[in-house]
């Protein structure tokens, strides 16, 4: 893309209410648009980013099992009301709406009952069993506090998974596989390193869940990372370790601030029992499906690479969800050495299917190195009439901001 058809600009300051670092970063760098508190739309960079996770996580979700589907933001009282989540006073987050015929309606802010009731025209039997369908797709909370940028938001997507098995043997198999794919995920996202497996309460069925919570001081949560194996605890179920590692028993956690990017869930009979999802077993008899959750937020993950990985100068994108792989930048001269010789570079790489952002613009270099660093492409590759002289290209890493001077013959191979 070249940036001259880039309609979003790089600012000096972000609205003066706020006070999240990735918030104020991705306005600055033109990836968000923040239209009131707790509420942002994606511009086109901040989308090609959430997409790129979005594509990690199908591709995780997938590969153990996962059938993407979608379903709807308006939801049906009736459903709510029998599982017992309708009330207010039960969940206090609901957005509820109304038909022009004094109808209500929800609007999302999680899937299991409407999933559940669906599944009941699809499971009949053993052989139906287990199913694992999941989807990336809106959820709308009345969030009181919005002071986290886009890790905590009115307007969000989810990646929700739901398992539905036999029996709480087959449920632990799939949970230890998804345990393994979110690991894989905050790894690709750039965050394995300060991502913990978190040991947290586990509601009615299971004494205990877990999610992935993610070191920053941007968090709002408190957890206690061990600081042999990394696993955690968080606040609510510290004291039933005794203040010791759940895996190593090691004694020595660490209090760290961080937020939650995923949580997986067991559900047990919950929503199959109060809504009657049963099948058949193989010996004839009727029996409730066992159910679990998996969540992921992928915008609050986008937020917390923000929080974790970006510098004084602004964002720094892992490549792997980078919004593009180079920002190829020219530093203009008066024969416009450098602009003809980036033009065909740039058709090049687009030829070779190369992710590309293609800074044409008329400006000094000082204000392109800055608007790169701030919008944290992971590679920049810089032509000047320097490099043509030489034949080269100097290729700098957003992230060790270390410049390596690459003939072009062997940057074109290489990429
Ligand atoms: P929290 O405890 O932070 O409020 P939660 O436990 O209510 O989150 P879940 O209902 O389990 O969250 O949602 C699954 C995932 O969705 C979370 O792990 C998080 O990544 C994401 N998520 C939840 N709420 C929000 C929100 N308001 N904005 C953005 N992402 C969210
Ligand atoms: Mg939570």
Redo the contacts with the bound molecule.
């Keep these: 893309m070249r940036q001259s058809q880039l309609f979003t600009k790089t600012r000096k300051e972000a609205p003066k209410d706020e006070v999240s670092k990735n918030a104020i970063l991705l306005i600055r760098a033109g990836f968000i648009n923040k239209e009131m508190a707790g509420v942002y739309s994606f511009l086109p960079l901040g989308l090609r980013v959430l997409n790129k996770i979005n594509a990690i996580v199908r591709d995780e979700m997938n590969a153990i099992g996962g059938v993407e589907f979608f379903l709807t933001s308006l939801q049906d009282k009736a459903v709510w009301e029998k599982s017992g989540r309708w009330d207010d006073k039960v969940v206090d987050n609901w957005f509820k709406t109304k038909l022009k015929n004094g109808t209500d309606l929800g609007l999302a802010f ?1 899937h299991e009952e409407p999933l559940t009731q669906l599944m009941k025209e699809h499971i009949r039997s053993w052989r139906d069993l287990p199913r694992y369908p999941y989807q990336i797709q809106t959820k709308f ?1 009345n ?1 009181a506090r919005a002071k986290s940028g886009i ?4 307007e ?1 997507l ?1 990646k929700d998974l739901y398992s539905f098995s036999e029996n709480e043997k087959e449920h632990e198999v799939f949970y230890g596989k998804a345990k393994d794919a979110y690991k894989k995920i905050f790894e690709r996202a750039g965050v394995g390193e300060s991502t913990h497996l978190t040991y947290a309460s586990g509601g009615t069925f299971s004494k205990f869940s877990h999610e992935f919570q993610t070191v920053t001081l941007a968090g ?1 949560d408190d957890i206690y990372v061990c600081g042999k194996c990394g696993v955690a605890v968080n606040e609510e179920v510290v004291a039933d370790f005794n203040s010791s590692c759940p895996e190593c028993k090691n004694k020595d956690l660490k209090k760290e601030k961080a937020v ?4 997986i869930f067991p559900l047990g009979y919950k929503y199959s029992e109060t809504l009657g999802l049963s099948f058949i077993d193989a010996e004839g008899e009727k029996k409730s499906v066992f159910m679990g959750s998996y ?3 992928p ?3 986008m937020g917390a690479v923000v929080e974790v990985l970006s510098d004084d100068k602004g964002l720094v994108w892992p490549s792997a969800i980078s919004p593009f792989a180079h920002h190829l930048i020219p530093i203009f001269d008066k024969e416009e050495k450098a602009l003809n010789y980036a033009d065909k570079l740039y058709e090049n790489l687009l030829d070779k299917g190369v992710e590309v952002l293609y800074d044409d613009r008329d400006m000094r270099a000082g204000e392109k190195f800055g608007d790169a660093d701030l919008m944290g492409i992971a590679s920049q590759i810089v032509v000047s009439e320097k490099t043509i002289a030489e034949d080269s290209v100097e290729v700098k890493d957003r992230k060790t901001g270390k410049v390596e001077k690459i003939k072009l013959k062997e940057f074109l191979s290489q990429v």
């Design positions: 999680t909370r969030e890790m905590r938001t009115r969000f989810m709002e939650e990017v995923g949580n969540g992921i937020g915008a609050r993950l």
